[in-house]
């Protein structure tokens, strides 16, 4: 066994939250997973921005209600340069701010309360570029998302014409949720494949996240609700 995960933390996160005590709690959680190392941390959406630039880590664990920058406008001025994944904490279990985020291109969503494996096992999935929604409220978020538009056919839907029988079905997956592994073991494919594959359907479809993604899935009628 290698000893990789406990003295060369691989994964580089970044807290933002105006309460000091809970960036403190996340901090002690992420620390005693071995592989999580906390590289800094943010009271308010523009220092998150700050520090996004500052660190480039792979995840920003981001809150939605901050004073002055919120987490939404962080998490689109992050997504949009590109500086690392953004994964939503927040108390609210459904509401618009949580809408806001994932338009915004949050890569995942779960609440406060979520058990500490559940928080480490999130990190670790979007770090590795799976997206990830609080199972309360999958559902929810993406039925949503789907009644506040009409169903689009594939035509109506910019660019998802022009995606590759088998880019079809990646989007189909990612509309059910599924992270690469799984999905390379639905198409027999190795996960690297499966990853280009994402990344691929993500582009022609100019896409920040996955769950953007699952979202026009599920609005074009590729996934059966």
């Known amino acids: 066994m290698s000893d990789h995960d406990q003295h060369e933390p691989s994964i580089r996160v970044v807290i933002a939250d105006d309460h000091g005590a809970i960036r403190t709690g996340l901090g002690l959680i992420l620390a005693g997973a071995g592989d999580i190392e906390v590289v800094g941390e943010a009271a308010d959406g523009d220092a998150a921005v700050r520090q996004a630039r500052a660190y480039r880590p792979d995840v920003i664990l981001m809150d939605i209600r901050m004073p002055g920058t919120d987490g939404i406008a962080a998490t689109r001025a992050i997504v949009s340069e590109r500086l690392a994944q953004v994964m939503v ?37 979007v770090a590795a570029g799976d997206g990830i929604l609080a199972p309360e409220v999958t559902r929810r978020i993406l039925t949503e998302f789907t009644r506040a538009r009409p169903a689009e056919t594939v035509e109506e839907v910019p660019g998802l014409a022009e995606l590759t029988e088998r880019e079809r079905e990646v989007l189909a997956a990612l509309g059910r949720g599924l992270s690469n592994a799984q999905l390379a073991g639905e198409l027999v494919i190795s996960e690297a494949t499966a990853k280009t594959h994402v990344s691929r359907v993500l582009a022609k479809l100019n896409l920040a996240s996955r769950t953007q993604a699952a979202i026009v899935a599920r609005s074009a009628g590729l996934v059966v609700p």
């Open 89 to 125: 904490l927040t108390t609210f279990d459904l509401d618009e701010y949580v809408f806001g985020a994932l338009r915004a291109g949050a890569a995942g969503f779960l609440l406060k309360s979520v058990e500490p494996a559940a928080l480490i096992d999130a990190v670790r999935r």
